[in-house]
């Protein structure tokens, strides 16, 4: 149980266009997902905090205009980097926080999405 | 604000040594604290969770302990072999703040035949 999955996996795509990624959890409704971000031999830094049916909240430092963020089901987030640049080459990681009154609120990830801007 | 190092940031050991990871965090007023291994391009396994009244938690050949009034956590690995070649993270998950993770730097891990 509480599998996540991510699609793509993997994206390519020219600067200046804008990709979407799905964060989906398989077998459990998630009210809450986290969208995070890691450089390469880095940790991961959050991001923004999705909520089903509300607006997101995003970390310090994060433009939301560029990291839209929409989470309009208990089990479908997607991340959509707008008008992408070489900078924004990273690999994208989504949790979904397990169902109230399970496993002590923990998250499990997907398996990523790696993006490279050309 | 919450800061979470991991020492040492890389090691290589030859199979079937017992080896230990560290983690310490400055903010002691946490909720849970847990590992987890990447392996390279690949998403995270959550290996250990322990929560803040616990000592420690056992997987298998993995023993994590939790010390939150020196702001520390060491991740025992037993018996190690060149499967557990990966990246371990650990995660602080703060009072109050919505389930919020903060991860450390990660120790990358390599164990050799």
């Known amino acids: 149980g509480a599998v996540v999955s991510q699609h793509p996996s993997r994206v390519i795509c020219k600067s200046g266009t804008s990709v979407k990624i799905e964060c989906r959890s398989l077998d459990f409704q998630a009210t809450t997902m986290f969208w995070y971000r890691q450089f390469p031999k880095q940790s991961l830094m959050l991001m923004a905090t999705s909520n089903e049916g509300s607006k997101a909240t995003y970390e310090q430092g994060v433009e939301k205009d560029k990291f839209l963020i929409n989470h309009a089901s208990l089990t479908l987030s997607t991340l959509t980097v707008t008008s992408a640049h070489p900078e924004d080459s990273s690999f994208y990681i989504c949790?979904?926080?397990?169902?109230?009154?399970?496993?002590?609120?923990?998250?499990?990830f997907g398996p990523g999405t790696r993006l490279t801007v050309l | 604000k919450q800061e979470v190092t991991q020492i040492p940031a890389a090691l290589s050991v030859p199979e079937g040594e017992n080896l230990v990871l560290n983690c310490s965090f400055t903010d002691s007023a946490i909720y849970n604290l847990q590992w987890f291994r990447q392996d390279p391009g690949k998403g995270l396994t959550s290996l250990l969770l322990i929560q803040s009244s616990q000592r420690e938690q056992t997987s298998g050949r993995l023993n994590a302990s939790l010390d939150k009034s020196s702001g520390r956590s060491t991740l025992y690995i037993a018996a190690s072999q060149p499967g557990d070649s990966a990246t371990y993270l650990c995660a602080v998950r703060r009072f109050g703040t919505a389930s919020k993770l903060t991860f450390g730097t990660g120790t990358r891990l390599q164990v050799t035949l």
């Open positions: 949790s979904a926080r397990a169902p109230r009154g399970g496993s002590y609120n923990e998250q499990f």
